[in-house]
């Protein structure tokens, strides 16, 4: 192994680890691993940013763009209605939100699906009361599976048709990869409607009483001079009122101290952690008070829940300088928070992405803060336009999807649909770049180049050596089920646009040992790198599902296995019938 073949590999994996670990923004994961892979002389200074300049990202800055005009278009809205007028089953609603959500990033990115369909399903989980753990995780499941049957459905299927056309000099067509991702899809999405019935099922045998799952929330109460908590100790709190406190404020200082020698005293302010519900019942019995509204009661105030969005510019701020909330009288009462690290007040907790924040104020001003701050709402909000004008964006998103089915590039197809877009006032271009999801963006573009030096240092066919020493890579099918495992074994901690880049030259140089077509081993790639679900961090949909349902870490690995190993049998079986 040559010093270059073995300074990429250590790179790699150093950057894998790092993703994983989600300590430091992928952004700058990515440049400190392109500038790396310079220093160390992997590619020349003219390839360092080439990757800015590929027709993938460059389809997948069009594809955000357009997404961010459909989500405002609310065509969905009186579906919804329609669809809860009728009273279906909850398999129906689960599966047939499912499927909106399958079919919808079928045309379009995984989170832009997921954020387009989560607010309906969330509706109808509320008219038919069916519980929220029924609803969120199959949409995001069914966002990833939608994903695998066209060109555009993730980057990762982009990635591989790039790869494709260098090496053969023809890509895959639009709706090649439905072959093998259609089948998986359906059965995916009916098998998920099937499992989250019996793995979250309701609290309560009467339809009138189900309600969604409890949630983990922080809040900040006062106590009031009747309250019961007076002369309670902080260690007692868990098991006589079911929260847990994590400081008690007196005046303007911390009482510090063991928790069972911490007494509450009226008017000490309690910093706590506990079920939504709970907090609701101590509210409702004067046990706990929230401090009054800092501009006070108005007659238009609501309550509103919104999830931090993975393209949010709130993610890493803290709540006391959410000034986006607070010069609009809006205030921000709880914080439901995916990974919790309770340090010094509530205004000084930092938000990630899945967060979930109560806000409470003025609707128009709410509606405003979250459409400027990118965060996503849990009820979805009146359209802004009449209905009449909801369905042109569609029209003419579905005119740059039949452009590129037909062999219009995709990136010339959607440039097209942008500046109609932009033409007709849908699309404010200008706003719109500053709104994009940028870190995904950037990633994408820094891995390119170091994608491709796998490649061209010789370190894929390095790599296919080692493992045909374990694996008969040189017949197909056997080579393909490697792939395959690889790509499932990587996208459930690194994102799937990395898997793909990553082993997009190893996939290329096992076709070449066994002598065959890359296009079966392209798809193994692609269909690996997007069937995520066992983790909720390894794509931002399972992230954001996990804080908006309230899951826990296992409840993926639950619903997930079986899943995963049903689509990993599918895709090995449908790439040998097709491919092959």
Partial sequence: MSFEQASLLILLLAMLILFSLDRIRIEVVSIAGLLGGYALGLYPAEQIFTGFASPVVITVVEILLIVQVLARARLFDSLAARFAAARPSDFKVISGTSSLAGFMSIFMNNIGAFAITLPVALRLGTVLTIPRRQLVMPVSFAALLGGLVSLIGTPANLLVSDALAKATGTGFHFFDFAYVGLPIAIAGILLI?????????????????????????????????????????????????????????????????????????????????????????????????????????????????????????????RVGSLEVFHHRGIAVTALSMRAPRIEGRFLDLQLSIGDILTLEGPRIAIDEALEESECLPLASTAPSEPALLSWRPFALFAYGVAASAAGLRPDVAFAGVVLVLALLNHLNIRQAMADLNWPIIIMLAAMIPIGQAVATTGAAETIAGWLSLVVPITHPLFGIALILFLAMALTPFVNNATVAIVLTPIALEFARAARHAPDAYLIAVAAGASLDFLTPFGHHNNTLAMGIGGYRFGDFLRAGWPLAVTSYGLALLLTGLFWL
């Fill in 193 to 317: 409607a099937f499992r989250v019935q019996r793995l979250f099922p309701e609290p309560d045998e009467t339809p009138a009483k189900i309600s969604p799952a409890a949630r983990s929330i922080v809040v900040e109460r006062r106590i009031p001079d009747v309250s019961p908590l007076i002369g309670v100790r902080l260690s007692d709190c868990p098991v006589r009122f079911g929260i847990k406190p994590h400081a008690l404020i007196r005046g303007d200082s911390f009482v510090f101290g063991p928790l069972d020698q911490s007494m509450i005293e009226p008017g000490d302010v309690l910093l706590a952690e506990g079920a939504d519900t709970v907090f609701a019942g101590l509210a409702a019995t004067q046990v706990l008070i929230a401090d009054a509204h800092p501009h006070g009661l108005q007659p238009d105030f609501t309550r509103v829940e919104a999830v931090v969005m993975p393209e949010s510019t709130l993610v890493g701020s």
